[in-house]
């Protein structure tokens, strides 16, 4: 079959446009992915009185905001339970991928009880 010089011309701007849609949606993609927080921060109790929270750096994360960050979700959660938040162990735990994914960075966690409020 031979395609006359009009018709090959659609066929490049068919294909155009689907390497245009592909590109699109794997901006699209990766934008979203990187915009969806997996660092968000939620509560986990870990024993009956006993809680942790961790979160994920990020890209050129300051690791005092990340800190301060988790804290504030902590004591947030202590208030909401009409309880104060004590602090159990915090650490920083390296990422494993850093040798694939140099981009990412580390974990912070944070461990700590619930008590009853000082009056």
């Not at 979203?32 to 509560?43: D, H, I, L």
């Not at 942790?52 to 890209?59: C, D, I, K, T």
């Not at 159990?88 to 981009?103: F, G, L, M, Q, W």
């Amino acid at each position: 079959m031979v395609l006359m010089a009009g018709e090959c011309r659609s066929v490049d701007k068919n294909v155009l446009i689907l390497m245009k849609n592909f590109t699109v949606m794997a901006l699209t993609g990766f934008i979203t992915a990187c915009a969806s927080n997996p660092s968000s921060s939620s509560v986990k109790q870990i024993s009956p009185d006993t809680y942790e929270v961790s979160q994920l750096g990020g890209w050129g994360y300051d690791l005092s905001d990340l800190k301060s960050e988790v804290r504030k979700t902590a004591d947030t959660f202590a208030s909401s339970a009409g309880k104060q938040m004590v602090l159990i162990s915090e650490e920083v735990k390296p990422d494993e991928r850093v040798s694939t994914y140099p981009a990412y960075d580390d974990t912070y966690v944070l461990r700590f009880r619930l008590v009853d409020r000082a009056r």
